[in-house]
Structures are given as structure tokens and as C-alpha cells.
């Protein structure tokens, strides 16, 4: 049997990507950061929690790589764990340059000495481009990051290339755009929006608050993405890979739809803060996955409104059943109000 350890099992891909292995029949073994308050709602809303290994480890703490991997004795790594939100990483510049960029240095060090035979995924992100182009990115395009969190990341591409090209190692870069799924932290805003449509559909609000509307992203489905990691470590081999639609849409487009799915006219419900405002911004991304589709054979499956469709459908399904009483695994009913989460701005207007 395979063996698999995932980093930030936690989060949306490390979950999907969860029960993508396991349904092929793999041994899963997944780290996460001790909590004051456990984070497993994605595997047990995913039905995958009891056959999962779990491992306590931080990417800031090298010796608890070593001992997962010492515990898992992997065939693959698959490096999904880091703080990746954008915007926190503005406030976090230093934390997040540790775990998300210095981390996946300890984690490349803890394979060359434990088994350099261990294949290695690093979850690389289309914000390595920022505003380097106003055209589709794919792996040529030069690299411009516009955040900490992009600047971590692309320490962590480089240092993948440089192992895979100095000591052998199978690693490898996926280059994914943004992709979501009703499983997307609530910080994000695509999930945010869906989240605020269903509340404010029964009622349990009346507008989101929005930062930068007229940004474009490359949106994907996470279960599409998810398939195209283990592909590319399937390889024979190692490679970096461009994941995406080839589409761009705007947060606007997106809380347009949204608000559609719902028969709600968005323009009554968003408002726009300059809390959610970056000090930087990157204002459009759009990736091209000719190769990924011509080497791998991978390509995108759902498209962009029903993605959203079946993101709204499943946020109005949870606080429906929520209100009526049922009690399951989920994160949004106990997210806190975003007026109660200080920023710099409320400091600077003061």
C-alpha cells in the first residue's frame, strides 16, 4: 500500500486531497498544528476522519517534520501547509515568511537526510506573478510577487527547483490559481460572499462588506485541482506545472452571480470598506494550463458560474439545517463578526 503524508490536512485541499487518496487506496497520514480548539470539521464533513493518521507537527519546528516523516515513512509529501491568506500576511510579514517560505526548507532538508527516494509536492500559487502581466500566466511568465505571502512562496518555488536540480529529489511546484469549493475558509472571498448570501437569504443579515471589487482572479474548483497534485508527482519525471481555467473573472462577477443564485440583486447587499483594502494589490491573474493539459492531461471540469451555484446551494443547505436545529461539522456558525477583528485601519482612524 502507497503511503502519503499531507501537510495542513486541516485546510481545503489537505482534506480533498485526503479522500482523493484514500479512494486510491493509499495510506493517508496528515500533520496539524496543536489548538487550543481542534480544526478537523473538513474531514468529518467529508466523511474521512476516522481513516486518517494524524500527526502533530509545525513547519516552524524542524524536528517535528522529521519525526512525521520518520512515523509515515512516505512515498509522497504532498507541502499544503502555510498561513495562506494574503492579507494576513501583510500583518504576519515575518510569520509568514517562517512557515510558508523557510518551512518547506526544512521540510526539503528532512527529505534529503531521512529517504531522498520521497517524492515531494509544494503547493505553489498563481500569486508568484502579481502584476507582472495583464495576459495569461503560464510557467515561462517572469515571477513579480506583490505580498509577503507571495514572497514566501517564492522562496519556497526556488528552494523546491533547487533541491529538485542539486540533490535529485523528485520535487515538484504546482503552480495553482485560485480555487475554491464550500469547504473555502471563511476569510477568503469567494466564500465569504457565498456565506453572506445564505445569511442574508434567511435573513441573519442584510449586507457584506467588500474590499476591492474590481479585482480578476482565475477561479477553479478544488476537487479539479486537487487530481492535477497527484498527477503531477505521477510523472516520470519531476516538473513544475501551471494550474488553472484560463478564465478571469471579478470579485463583482462574482458576487453578481452569487447574489443571482440566490434572486438577490447584489447591488442592495455589497458594500465596499477599505478595511479589506491591501497595501499592495495584484489586479488581475489568469493562468494557462496548455501544458499541464498536453504532459498531464489534466484539464478543469467545472466552470466558473456553477462553481458558484454549488457553493451557494451548500452554504443556504448548512444555515438552513443549522436553524433548524441539526448540528454537524462546519465553521461559519461559529466565525467571528468581522467588525470585532481589529486592523491598522481602525489604529489609523483613530
Known amino acids: 500500500m502507497r503511503r502519503a503524508l499531507i501537510t495542513g490536512i486541516t485546510g481545503q485541499d489537505g482534506a480533498y486531497l485526503a479522500k482523493f487518496l484514500l479512494d486510491k487506496g493509499y495510506e493517508v497520514f496528515g500533520t496539524y498544528r496543536r489548538l487550543s480548539t481542534p480544526n478537523f470539521w473538513r474531514s468529518q464533513y467529508l466523511g474521512i476522519f476516522e481513516n486518517l493518521n494524524l500527526i502533530p507537527a509545525d513547519l516552524v519546528d524542524a524536528g517535528s517534520i522529521m519525526e512525521a516523516i520518520r512515523i509515515s515513512r512516505p512515498d509522497e509529501i504532498y507541502n499544503l501547509a502555510a498561513q495562506s491568506f494574503v492579507g494576513t500576511s501583510f500583518e504576519q510579514p515575518i510569520g509568514t515568511g517562517d512557515m510558508t517560505g523557510l518551512g518547506v526548507t526544512r521540510v526539503l532538508e528532512a527529505i534529503r537526510n531521512f529517504d531522498p527516494e520521497i517524492k515531494f509536492y509544494q503547493a505553489s500559487t498563481s500569486e508568484l506573478y502579481g502584476n507582472s502581466s495583464n495576459k495569461q500566466a503560464n510557467e515561462e511568465v517572469p515571477f513579480k510577487p506583490a505580498s509577503p505571502y507571495a514572497a514566501a512562496k517564492l522562496y519556497a518555488y526556488w528552494q523546491t ?190
Open 161 to 350: 527547483r533547487i533541491y529538485r536540480e542539486g540533490y535529485n529529489i523528485f520535487a515538484c511546484n504546482g503552480i495553482l490559481f485560485n480555487h475554491e469549493s464550500p469547504l473555502r475558509g471563511l476569510e477568503f472571498v469567494t466564500r465569504k460572499i457565498t456565506n453572506a448570501v445564505a445569511k442574508i437569504t434567511l435573513g441573519l443579515e442584510k449586507d457584506i462588506k467588500l474590499g476591492n471589487i474590481e479585482a480578476k482572479r482565475d477561479w477553479g474548483y478544488a476537487p479539479d485541482y486537487i487530481e492535477s497534485m497527484w498527477m503531477i508527482l505521477q510523472q516520470r519525471d519531476p516538473d513544475d506545472y501551471v494550474i488553472a481555467t484560463n478564465e478571469s473573472h471579478s470579485v463583482k462577477e462574482f458576487a453578481e452571480k452569487a447574489f443571482d443564485a440566490a434572486g438577490l440583486d447584489w447591488q442592495e447587499h455589497v458594500k465596499t470598506d477599505k478595511r479589506f483594502l491591501r497595501p499592495l494589490d495584484v489586479h488581475f491573474l489568469q493562468g494557462d494550463y496548455d501544458k499541464a493539459n498536453k504532459k498531464l492531461g489534466w484539464a478543469p471540469k467545472v466552470k466558473f458560474g456553477e462553481l458558484i451555484k454549488l457553493m451557494v446551494k451548500e452554504d443556504l443547505s448548512r444555515w438552513d439545517r443549522w436553524q433548524s436545529g441539526e448540528r454537524f461539522s462546519w465553521d461559519a456558525f461559529n466565525y467571528p463578526c468581522e467588525d470585532k477583528i481589529l486592523s491598522r485601519y481602525h489604529r489609523m482612524e483613530r
